[in-house]
């Protein structure tokens, strides 16, 4: 989030050197909010039950998830970029290193697996399990 204010700041210092200070003081209260606005609406909220998986506003029942692997920053860049199944369901956000791979064990679903970024992963792998 900091490297996108960075961005929205290097916008309002566009604007201060084209305009007046007003204006760039306005422009500097909507990069703000807008800044805020964009780490509110861009969470990914993780959630389980003891009946399903909610990643975002995706879900799935856990009877259908089969094994889950916790990645490692290395595993996750490879698994994301390079050993990405056009297939798979992905709920990755791009700061965020680490996450889990949740395999699907329905035969009816084309899915293979969910990518999810999480910092949490272990907690996450835990709470499937149960």
Do not use: N
Not at 39 to 46: C, G, H, P, Q
Not at 65 to 86: C, F, I, N, S, Y
Request: aromatic share 10%; charged share 20%.
């Amino acid at each position: 989030m900091a490297f996108i204010y960075f961005l929205a700041l290097s916008l309002v210092i566009a604007i201060w050197a084209a305009m007046t200070t007003t204006i760039a003081a306005f422009a500097l209260a909507i990069a703000s909010a807008g800044t805020v606005a964009i780490y509110f609406t861009s969470r990914l909220i993780i959630e389980v039950d003891s009946e399903e998986l909610r990643v975002g506003k995706a879900h799935i029942s856990l009877e259908y998830l089969g094994v889950v692997h916790v990645l490692t920053q290395k595993e996750m860049l490879a698994k994301r970029t390079r050993g990405a199944d056009p297939a798979a369901f992905l709920a990755i956000r791009f700061w965020t290193a680490r996450g889990v791979v949740i395999e699907i064990a329905d035969s009816r679903d084309p899915t293979p697996y969910w990518l999810v970024t999480s910092r949490r992963g272990e907690k996450l792998a835990l709470a499937l399990k149960r």
